[in-house]
């Protein structure tokens, strides 16, 4: 497998050019996953007089919760595609490197 230099640029540009967007989708995942915890409790006051666990069950069934989820999904799908494609660009740096170690040592 033959890295050229180019491939190797774009990857480094990639990892630049992303990284604000990378920093966002993780930034959202961590909020939604925060807010997780303030929405059940919000939730929870709207059954103070019942027990605990019928205010958890309330909080985690009600519609508002589901769909909060469906935003966390989201978010933390974004958040792992970022992820990997960041990774992805960093190992094809990695192998231009071993690979152009190899070149100067006159390793096949």
Not at 27 to 45: E, G, P, V
Not at 62 to 91: N, R, S, T, W
Request: contains cysteine; neutral net charge; glycine residues 4%.
């Amino acid at each position: 497998m033959k890295i050229s230099d180019d491939q190797c640029e774009a990857a480094m540009d990639f990892l630049r050019d992303n990284a604000a967007p990378a920093g966002q989708a993780k930034a959202d995942r961590m909020y939604l996953d925060d807010y997780s915890k303030s929405l059940i409790a919000l939730l929870m006051t709207e059954r103070a007089l019942d027990s605990l666990g019928a205010q958890e069950r309330y909080a985690r069934a009600h519609p508002k919760f589901l769909q909060h989820l469906e935003g966390l999904k989201v978010a933390i799908a974004e958040d792992e595609k970022q992820k990997y494609l960041m990774e992805a660009a960093k190992v094809k740096i990695d192998v231009w490197r071993s690979l152009q170690a190899r070149e100067r040592a006159g390793l096949p």
